[in-house]
């Protein structure tokens, strides 16, 4: 888990319904639809992230398809073997279960973004993020990039 602390003003003729505005903005496009947005009062957001491995979903079915071909080799061999089989393909169903529900559901990451805004004029805005921050750097200056009023990229295009 890290942290990172940004500190930043935003254009002096923005209000802050502009900034509101801005934000709620950011969350409804493509970057910030992933997060949910918690207003704790006017000058305080909370933007949280929680993204699942899919990887982990897919793996407990795959190890227990594995397992049925075993299964069948018990069944053939004996009676005792047979019931050995069941036991051992239903403790490993179960194992894989809890497994997989300890890292699929209670261990997802999570990037959350504390927002505080001043009530001064510029206003300032203080984030706190925390988390898998790394794997949402893109998401983050979106939201930055939309409270500045968008940024200006120089390269190839046309100039107006």
């Known amino acids: 888990?890290?942290?990172?602390?940004?500190?930043?003003?935003?254009?002096?003729?923005?209000?802050?319904?502009?900034?509101?505005?801005?934000?709620?903005?950011?969350?409804?496009?493509?970057?910030?639809?992933?997060?949910?947005?918690?207003?704790?009062?006017?000058?305080?957001?909370?933007?949280?992230?929680t993204k699942h491995d899919m990887k982990l979903c897919f793996y407990p079915c795959i190890a227990l398809l594995l397992g049925i071909p075993v299964l069948f080799m018990f069944v053939l061999a004996s009676p005792y073997a047979f019931l050995f089989g069941i036991f051992a393909y239903i403790a490993l169903v179960i194992i894989v279960e809890v497994v997989a529900v300890y890292f699929f559901c209670l261990n997802p990451k999570k990037?959350?973004?504390?927002?505080?805004?001043?009530?001064?004029?510029?206003?300032?805005?203080?984030?706190?993020?925390?988390?898998?921050?790394?794997?949402?750097?893109?998401?983050?200056?979106?939201?930055?990039d939309s409270l500045y009023g968008g940024r200006i990229e120089s390269g190839l295009g046309f100039d107006f």
């Open 1 to 49: 888990m890290s942290v990172f602390n940004d500190e930043f003003t935003v254009p002096d003729n923005y209000t802050m319904a502009d900034v509101k505005y801005r934000v709620k903005s950011w969350n409804a496009s493509y970057l910030g639809k992933d997060y949910i947005m918690e207003v704790k009062s006017e000058h305080h957001i909370i933007l949280t992230k």
């Open 111 to 144: 990037a959350e973004y504390n927002i505080t805004f001043s009530h001064e004029m510029p206003i300032r805005v203080r984030v706190v993020a925390t988390g898998e921050i790394g794997m949402s750097a893109h998401e983050y200056q979106g939201l930055k």
